[in-house]
């Protein structure tokens, strides 16, 4: 089991930059792959970025890359998400997401944190 914390959403004007936290506690966190997902009002989930178990390997989204940057430190237990640039439409909730192999896809995660609000204003 794997419990996991986001934290780090609120309200950002566009172009502005936040930087979302996970934080995640039970089983070793390096043996997990991490991604982040978003949700906006009314449509379905979506990937945003993914990294590998050791963070050499990382992945993201054509509408995000450039601007977003997934890390994470191993040590202490957490994924980051640096957004920058923001823009209206990266408003959603944004969740972390553990696997065992990194994907772009939602459901080869097994654990998910209850998610973080960003809302970018224009």
């Known amino acids: 089991q794997v419990q996991l914390v986001e934290s780090g959403g609120g309200l950002v004007q566009a172009g502005g930059s936040l930087r979302l936290s996970c934080a995640a506690s039970g089983r070793t966190f390096s043996s997990y792959a991490m991604g982040w997902f978003r949700q906006a009002p009314g449509k379905e989930r979506e990937f945003v970025a993914a990294?590998?178990?050791?963070?050499?390997?990382?992945y993201y989204a054509d509408s995000v890359k450039g601007r977003f940057t997934i890390s994470r430190d191993n040590a202490k237990n957490t994924v980051y998400l640096q957004m920058n640039s923001l823009k209206p439409e990266d408003t959603a909730v944004y969740y972390c997401?553990?696997?065992?192999?990194?994907?772009?896809?939602?459901?080869?995660?097994?654990?998910w944190g209850q998610g973080t609000r960003v809302t970018v204003s224009s």
């Open positions: 990294i590998s178990r050791s963070g050499k390997l990382t």
């Open positions: 997401a553990a696997s065992e192999y990194s994907s772009t896809r939602s459901g080869e995660y097994d654990y």
